[in-house]
């Protein structure tokens, strides 16, 4: 995106407040009622589209959206949609999210999708600063493989463009915003798994203020492997860079070794990250990596001590690579099998109880640290993501409004 500059004087008629009081004002009101004033004169629009001013109002919001967020009182807001959007169409034959608030998930209110996948099904990659970024997972060995750019607060959308890799493999994505630059970049990592010889992954880095897509090195071992075992879960973004779970194929035995990749957004460098010691020793069936309150957290689902039943193990890294400060925070325990499709930045835990013989399938919401539980009343795997308000979106070129 383009660099912050001052923006215009506004106008000043006798009697009427100082132009930068009136900013300041303008800078801390709602996203939907900051476009609304667009309309009360010229000299309004053009300050309130400047590439200042949005980043003045980002700020502004993103303080109030951390807070919320680290106190827990969830007065935060998340949003959520279905991984099959055909099953949530409104009267308009339009696919919904739903937004709600991140600690209960009590519904506030629904958003028509603007844009349609050819597949028909979708997850979203990631959030950042009110700003959504989702793909279609219908097509994922597909070269027109879609993806948009949405900030339902100010209803502006885009459709990237193609890839520069050509014909793609199996997909893993993840959403970023690059404070450096005030800008947000998208990744695609394109691999074959389990071919013979291994194929090293293909990356690729779209930026939006060159609106392009260009190919980037792993520059580690040819080796690694990005996995997705939990792609409706977006990578989380922590410490200004994305993280998944990787696999690392080591010695003439071809030993396989779990760890985490990470990709920062402003060097667009990798690295690695090893997990919690004793996390990778117990007998699990589903890992995945999360954001909570900030920090990197590390979640395994396997059995518990007791017999028959299940637990979530959650690790979270206190201080930011460096391997000691992994602190096993929460222990989850479940009676049945499931699989988490959310963990929200306050604590949420969001599990697909998986159907067996005299137990239908259901979904259920567990606060980690009172581990109360609630049913929730949906019918199919949800994506999920933070959202906030913000003005992202608003000065870049050829974005559709609708």
């Known amino acids: ?26 800078t801390r009101l709602p ?10 004169c010229k000299a309004w629009d053009s300050s309130i589209t400047t590439p200042y001013f949005i980043s003045t109002h980002l700020n502004n919001f993103a303080h109030d959206h951390d807070n919320d967020n680290g106190n827990g009182d969830g ?57 959504l970024c989702l793909a279609d997972i219908g097509n994922l060995n597909i070269c027109d493989n879609v993806i948009y750019l949405w900030n339902p607060s100010i209803r502006k ?4 463009p193609d890839s520069c890799l050509g014909r793609l493999g199996f997909v893993k994505y993840g959403f970023a915003y690059h404070s450096e630059n005030n800008d947000y970049k998208v990744v695609r ?15 690729e880095v779209y930026t939006l203020s060159s609106d392009s897509w260009r190919r980037v090195g792993m520059s580690l071992r040819v080796n690694v492997k990005v996995l997705d075992d939990c792609f409706l879960l977006p990578a989380p973004l922590v410490s200004g860079a994305l993280h998944w779970i990787s696999r690392v194929v080591e010695g003439e035995e071809e030993r396989k070794v779990e760890l985490i990749v990470s990709f920062d957004a402003d060097s667009e460098e990798f690295r690695m990250l090893r997990m919690p010691d004793g996390a990778m020793s117990m007998v699990r069936f589903q890992t995945c990596l999360a954001s909570f309150k900030g920090k990197l957290a590390f979640l395994t689902f396997g059995q ?7 637990q979530y193990s959650i690790w979270v890294m206190r201080e930011y690579g460096v391997l000691e400060s992994w602190n096993k925070l929460f222990v989850v325990p479940l009676e049945r099998l499931a699989v988490c499709i959310a963990f929200t930045m306050c604590g949420s835990l969001l599990t697909h109880c998986l159907k067996t013989n005299n137990q239908e399938q259901k979904f259920v919401l567990v606060d980690t640290e009172t581990l109360h539980e609630k049913d929730f009343d949906i019918q199919q795997p949800l994506c999920v993501a933070n959202l906030m308000e913000s003005l992202a979106l608003l000065d870049g070129a050829s974005m559709v409004s609708y």
């Open 1 to 26: 995106m383009s660099q912050t500059t001052e923006p215009p004087i506004l106008r000043q008629r006798k009697n009427d407040l100082p132009d930068d009081i009136v900013l300041n004002i303008l």
């Open 31 to 40: 996203a939907k009622s900051v476009i609304r004033f667009r309309c009360v």
């Open 75 to 131: 007065d935060g807001s998340i949003i959520h949609m279905p991984w099959h959007l055909r099953a949530t169409k409104n009267s308009s034959n339009r696919a919904v999210c739903t937004v709600a608030f991140d600690l209960t998930f009590d519904r506030i209110s629904e958003v028509e999708i603007p844009f349609d996948f050819p597949s028909g099904s979708a997850h979203i990659v990631g959030s950042s600063n009110g700003l």
């Open 304 to 310: 518990s001590e007791q017999r028959g039943g299940f």
């Open 157 to 160: 959308f885009k459709k990237l």
């Open 189 to 203: 990592i394109s691999g074959y798994p389990g071919m013979r010889p291994p194929i090293p992954d293909e990356i």
